[in-house]
């Protein structure tokens, strides 16, 4: 019974952390007043995240890049081009005019069940 307690548990924990997308800012303030690009105004540096929960290589729960600080069931949104899309919309939201020095990363850690995650960082100029 204890384990089955735990194992109740477990899952909601891990149900309750996974699946998450976001755009974090720095703006130049932040920044200290330094340029970003060569040409053109800082708007703010942007870094992207999304991660899931898969087992092999079904996704389980991953953060929906389309509504940011939710979740998906069943659907593969931990991808390089969801997550592009993302920071890309959150750059122009902002008021730039360009996205500049993209950088992603893409880590996979699933054995039975386990995790994905991309992140991608770039500059947010006018």
């Not at 109740?8 to 800012?25: I, L, N």
């Not at 290589?57 to 899309?85: C, H, Q, Y």
């Not at 995790?115 to 006018?126: C, G, H, L, P």
């Amino acid at each position: 019974m204890h384990k089955m307690m735990l194992l109740a548990a477990a899952c909601a924990v891990t149900a309750f952390f996974c699946g998450c997308a976001s755009v974090q800012e720095a703006t130049p303030k932040d920044l200290n007043s330094e340029g970003i690009a060569v040409t053109g105004n800082t708007v703010a540096h942007l870094n992207a995240e999304n991660w899931g929960l898969y087992f092999f290589v079904f996704p389980l729960i991953t953060g929906s890049t389309d509504k940011p600080g939710e979740m998906e069931f069943l659907k593969d949104t931990v991808r390089v081009e969801n997550v592009a899309n993302l920071l890309t919309r959150k750059s122009k939201e902002m008021g730039a005019t360009q996205t500049l020095n993209m950088v992603s990363r893409h880590n996979t850690f699933v054995w039975w069940f386990g995790f994905r995650d991309v992140q991608i960082s770039a500059n947010a100029v006018k």
